[in-house]
């Protein structure tokens, strides 16, 4: 369990970032907290000839209020997030699921960007990102671009990400006040990545519900959001069975995995409520 | 019999002043450990020393066709690549049988493979280099060409006429088959007023230890001496072993061993991979490293369980057992584990099954087989999870059926506490057991009759909370019975030397070993205790075949029992000596005075005579002032060895709480209780915690722990993020108590309690579940692990 051999590069720019990761293409990776990708380094699951540590990057720190939105730079620790006054007032749902994320040691140096540029579809922050109509600040060789949430997660750990692509931040629009919010999630052990899990909110007008670990990517059920904006829990949670298709993994069937996205959804339905 | 607590024991041969016997004295290697100051194995550094690292078959079974090695013999930092038929002309193969297991038979092991790779993870090829990372570089450019062969993986067919046979030359897959029966089980299954079945599946899994498994091998061509730096439960074992396939005699070889972090039962086998870093060394004439990694070490530290059990119990109406019946079948992978084999588990299923209770009518199959999965053999509590699952499963399912309360089933059938000595139906002999008084205690302990009433008013709520119960025996201090009579060249006695130092302080080197335990703590207190010591000047020596007694090691919990009273008669045999030259100083009599707090005293009056260190001085420094003909002897040795009982059974009790979640399938530990008879407690300490750590194992294997397979033999999670370890967050308030039966084989009268925890957890956590899910009208669960999908699926919901 050894990596294979790679270059390194801490760069101190954004720009210097770009450059980097456009001289190297495929061959380049960018590390943050790197809690995901030294076990995959480690494990030679993968092998970039070289890594581009972001970590000195100022550009990339930091949590704002800026127009109608929160913004979470992609550096800023899961920890630090936890802690942060702005995120448990303006994005209370993502301040309810940082707790899930691994282990305190892990959210000490893992950080907001990683998981979603990541995209674990059983991780926590992607579902959450969703859930609440999020946006992705990207800098990459063509210059900035921003991607919706709903067209950021394409595929099993495939995103609008590009090679050359550096995740800059998040943007959570800030809610309005009758917006409830419900997160949970069911793994065996404490800390590990769920075998379901559900970030959801919904104001009078409309819900949106995105599952983790059921699928791909997190996925919004867009028919169980329909039934619920119409007040109806037992119909949102029979259209389940249209929205969600989960493949089998080696702790549970799909079936068991559907089953447990509907108890999820009867749960956290009391948090949803006006 | 008495309850043992932080007290000196009251056992009149124990009850020496200042005696440690019976009190939590903190391990000596505490603030050594805690501080970052551990000699593993896996941090040890020698000049010149080259890492191995192995290419692995991926491939459950496959022919190696060709392994061409041109390229990575040119990667920076590679000392050498070396194929199994390379590495066969400096290391015998091995043959994992013994001859007490009569019929067990298996195949030649080699070292590397030979042309075939029999399991996902069989080491096809050596790469040494100057590092584990260049090592790991140059494997993966060998170009290895495979021809996958057909597999074997489920046990249930591997018997089938149709099926491939793994080992041509065997005949069948069939490792080993035991029978037995005894008294009149037809008949007794015919009076019964029921007979309840169930098929219990037992996953299987593996013990991960914190330190993976390590070893440097250093072959001295000067010194025509091996030594070997290895992480192991038994020393002179692996030294017998060593030598025996590399043609070497046993004093050309040292094995050393310091901390090891964990062991469990790994670690007391022979690897074909360690085997090939010691003919490695032997090959270049350096010192050579391997240390597992994670990834390696759940494809190749030895599996455990993976047992399916057809089992039958008759009962009457009135609650009396009339008979048991087992079928067990368990899959060991394409070899039994060498020198003990893995022929062991499935016996101990026999010999343990209905091993708590009187009923004399017992009839037990069991069958291992050969299959194309990583290999599998004795892990902590060898067979007892099983065998203690299946028996308290069906006393459990029979108590529900004719509607008597489970432990009221217990009083009724459980060996009464004044029937010892006696015989177990699988012809196991039992000296001093204390069922009932165990028993009555935990009922005391939990609260039984609240517990119950606060299940029944949740359930009111829609709250499902379980109770479960299993009474078990546990095998400890084996005699010669175990291995010695079936030709393996395992030690079942263990030697204590003690030495005086030139100062007053004990030296004790004990042939039993330290995995972190605390046998040094224990060794420690008995020959503080033994000698009159204080525990300060009391230093203990494990683990090095080239200074320490011959012995056994660390297995089937006798490291306390055996190696405790070694020290404890060498304790007593060094204080005679001792008395003998004080006795000659003060012109007194060796009878009339005692040691005491590190003091030679009047035996009579406790009056302070001399020190311990003015009497090392005078014997090391001015002997020539002693009487002529006098002769000090501050070195004592003794061995000990059970020679009474084959084994010396201990007892105990467990019980579970615990709520289902129901929409989930999830199940939440409440609180776990455990009363052992282990007989005389050392160090209630260390005998808690072992029992914690042991009902944390066993939890593991009722909830979390799977090696899953697929049909093609791969191993689907192999690694920490999918191989579920049982973790703190989830475990239960664990509360131990203790009846103790002394065993009369001995002075010290302690018995073994590593295993307790582990032998009796995952039944009663498989007891709670279907005692919540009772009134459910759920199916029965006795599958393990009980994983939500299980759940569900016996409730009915997916
Ligand atoms: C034991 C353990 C348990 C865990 N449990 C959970 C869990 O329950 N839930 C969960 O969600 N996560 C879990 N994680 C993962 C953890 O949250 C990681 O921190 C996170 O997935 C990645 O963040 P990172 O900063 O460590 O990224 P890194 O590991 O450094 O990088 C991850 C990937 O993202 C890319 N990347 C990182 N930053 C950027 C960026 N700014 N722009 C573009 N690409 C970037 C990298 O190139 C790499 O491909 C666990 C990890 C461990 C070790």
Known sequence: MKPRSFDYVRVKSLAEAVIALARHGTEAKIIAGGQSLVPLLNMRMASPAILVDINALAELRGISLEGGSLRIGALVRQAEAEGSVEIAKHAPLIAKALPYIGHFAIRNRGTIGGSIALADPAAELPACLLALGGEVEIEGAKGARTVKADDFFKDLYETALGPGDVLIAIRIPVPSKDMRFGFSELARRHGDFAMAGLAACRDGKSARLAFFGVGSTPLRAKKAEAALAKGSLEEAVAVLDHDLDPPDDIHSSGKVKLHLAKTLLRRIAPELAA | ?798
């Open chain 2, 1 to 798: 019999m008495k309850i043992a607590d932080d007290l000196p024991s009251a056992l009149t041969a124990l009850d020496r002043p200042n005696s440690y016997i019976g009190r939590s004295v903190p391990r000596p290697n505490l603030a050594r450990l805690m501080q970052g100051r551990g000699q593993y194995v896996s941090d040890l550094a020698l000049a010149r020393m080259a890492h191995v690292a192995f290419a692995r078959s991926p491939h459950a079974h496959a022919r190696i066709k060709k392994i061409d090695a041109a390229a990575a013999k040119k990667t920076p930092g590679v000392i050498a690549v070396v194929t199994g038929p390379e590495l066969a002309k400096v290391i015998t193969p091995w043959v994992g049988v013994l001859s007490h297991l009569k019929g067990i038979k298996s195949a030649p092991q080699h070292a590397i493979a030979i042309d075939r790779a029999c399991w996902q993870g069989e080491a096809v090829c050596a790469v040494v280099a100057k590092s584990r990372a260049e090592a790991e570089d140059a494997i993966d450019l060998l170009d290895i060409d495979y021809e996958e062969l057909p597999v074997v993986t489920d046990a249930e067919t591997a018997l089938d006429a149709k099926t491939l046979v793994i080992h041509p030359e065997l005949g069948d897959n069939l490792t080993f088959e035991r029978k037995h029966e005894a008294g009149e089980v037809d008949k007794a299954f015919k009076e019964a007023d029921a007979v309840v079945e169930a098929t219990f599946v037992f996953g299987r899994h593996t013990g991960v230890t914190n330190e993976p498994r390590a070893i440097v091998a250093y072959w001295n061509e000067g010194e025509q001496r091996l030594t070997v730096y290895q992480g192991t439960q038994a020393p002179h074992m692996m030294q017998n072993l060593f030598a025996k396939h590399l043609s070497l005699a046993e004093h050309q070889v040292r094995v050393v061993t310091k901390d090891v972090g964990g062991s469990f039962g790994i670690k007391v086998h022979t690897y074909a991979d360690e085997m090939a870093t010691v003919a490695l060394s032997k090959l270049l004439k350096r010192p050579v490293k391997f240390v597992a990694d994670r990834l390696e070490s759940f494809i190749t530290d030895i599996h455990a369980r993976d047992h399916r059990v057809k089992a039958k119990i008759g009962v009457k109406k009135d609650g009396t057992i009339t008979a048991f019946e087992i079928d067990d079948l368990t899959g060991i992978g394409p070899y039994s584990v060498y020198p003990r084999t893995s022929g062991i588990e499935a016996n101990q299923v026999v010999n343990l099954v209905g091993g708590p209770y009187k009923c004399p009518n017992y009839r037990a199959l069991a069958r291992v087989v050969f299959q194309n999965k990583n290999v599998m053999c004795q892990y902590r509590a060898v067979g007892h999870p099983i065998a203690t699952a299946v028996t308290e499963g069906l006393v459990e399912l029979a108590a529900a059926k004719i509607g008597i309360d489970p432990l009221e089933m217990r009083r009724k059938n459980l060996i009464p506490d004044d029937g010892y000595p006696c015989a177990g139906a699988s012809g196991i002999k039992f000296e001093k057991l204390s069922h009932h008084a165990a028993l009555e205690k935990l009922v005391k302990m939990m609260g039984y009759e609240k517990l119950r009433a606060e299940q029944a008013e949740l359930r009111k709520k829609k709250i499902y909370r379980g109770l479960g119960f299993a009474s078990f025996i546990e095998v400890t201090n084996p005699s010669a019975a175990f291995y010695g009579v079936g030709g393996a060249k395992i030690s079942a006695q263990d030697g204590a030397t003690l030495r005086l130092d030139a100062q007053g302080a004990l030296i004790v080197h004990s042939g039993v070993t330290e995995q972190g335990q605390g046998t040094e703590a224990v060794l420690a207190q008995v020959a503080a205790s033994a000698f009159g010591i204080a525990i300060e000047r009391v230093r203990v020596v494990t683990g090095d075949t080239d200074n320490t007694p011959y012995g056994g090691g660390t297995w089937a919990s006798r490291a306390a029992g055996i190696g405790g009273e070694a020290a404890w008669q060498a304790g007593k045999a060094l204080r005679q000596n001792v008395l003998a030259v004080a006795a000659s100083i003060l012109q007194s009599e060796p009878k009339a005075l005692d040691i005491r707090n590190g003091l030679v005293v009047d035996a009579d009056t406790g009056r302070e005579r001399i020190t311990l260190d003015e009497v090392a001085r005078v014997a090391y420094f001015r002997p020539d002032t002693l009487p002529p003909g006098f002769q000090a002897e501050l070195v004592a040795t003794r061995h000990y060895v059970p020679r009474a009982w084959p084994f010396a059974f201990t007892n105990g009790i467990q019980a579970s709480y615990l709520e289902v979640d129901i929409d989930t399938g999830f199940v939440k530990l409440l609180r776990h209780w455990c009363v052992e008879d282990c007989g005389t407690v050392i160090n209630p300490q260390l005998v808690d915690e072992q029992i914690r750590g042991g009902i944390v194992q066993g939890i593991g294997a009722a909830l979390y722990e799977h090696c899953i397979y697929d049909e093609r033999g791969q191993l689907l999670n192999g690694n920490m993020a999918d191989y579920l370890v049982p973790m703190a967050g989830e475990m239960p308030d664990m509360e131990i108590g203790h009846v103790v039966s002394p065993t009369a084989d001995s002075e010290l009268g302690a018995k073994g309690a590593g295993e307790a925890g582990t032998a009796g957890a995952p039944a009663v956590v498989m007891n709670a579940i279907n005692d919540a899910l009772r009134p459910l009208g759920a199916k029965i669960i006795t599958e393990m692990p009980a994983t939500p999908g299980v759940v569900l699926k016996a409730l009915g919901r997916v």
